[in-house]
């Protein structure tokens, strides 16, 4: 057996190929740029209605409902009634954490970033 199967069949039975298949589907949503402006926000934020995250992302309602739809599905995401008002906010601290070292993990280097409305600065040296 080669090396590459040898190595394959070990993954495999660490990771079964159904948790391969959600990582994949988790990843790819966070990945793209809209919502993991949205978890981010969460992370950093709390628990937020729509308008509040239109509000400060700049993005219009439809396209902010669309994503949290697909976030709620995939259970990154949750929802709170209070009254009238739906909240959201990430299900898991384990994704707030996340969250969190995605920020540190950017903030390393010598220049100062911006990450859309979020400021980045530089860590001190």
């Given at each position: 057996?080669?090396?590459?199967?040898?190595?394959?069949?070990?993954?495999?039975?660490?990771?079964?190929?159904?948790y391969?298949?959600?990582?994949?589907?988790?990843l790819?949503?966070?990945?793209?740029?809209?919502?993991l402006?949205?978890m981010?926000?969460?992370?950093?934020?709390?628990?937020?209605?729509?308008?509040?995250?239109c509000?400060?992302?700049?993005?219009?309602q439809?396209?902010?409902?669309?994503?949290?739809?697909?976030?709620?599905?995939?259970?990154?995401?949750?929802?709170?009634?209070?009254?009238?008002?739906?909240?959201?906010?990430?299900?898991?601290?384990f994704?707030?954490?996340?969250?969190?070292?995605?920020?540190?993990?950017?903030?390393?280097?010598?220049?100062?970033?911006?990450?859309?409305?979020?400021?980045?600065?530089?860590?001190?040296?």
């Amino acid at each position: 057996m080669s090396a590459r199967k040898k190595s394959s069949a070990a993954v495999d039975e660490f990771f079964p190929d159904e948790y391969i298949k959600r990582a994949v589907k988790v990843l790819k949503l966070v990945s793209e740029e809209s919502k993991l402006r949205i978890m981010l926000l969460l992370a950093k934020e709390g628990s937020c209605r729509v308008t509040e995250i239109c509000e400060n992302l700049g993005m219009n309602q439809t396209t902010v409902s669309h994503h949290l739809s697909l976030l709620r599905n995939a259970d990154l995401v949750v929802t709170n009634r209070d009254g009238k008002n739906i909240y959201y906010d990430i299900n898991d601290p384990f994704w707030r954490e996340i969250g969190w070292q995605f920020f540190d993990y950017l903030k390393k280097g010598d220049d100062i970033r911006f990450l859309g409305k979020f400021l980045l600065k530089r860590l001190g040296k």
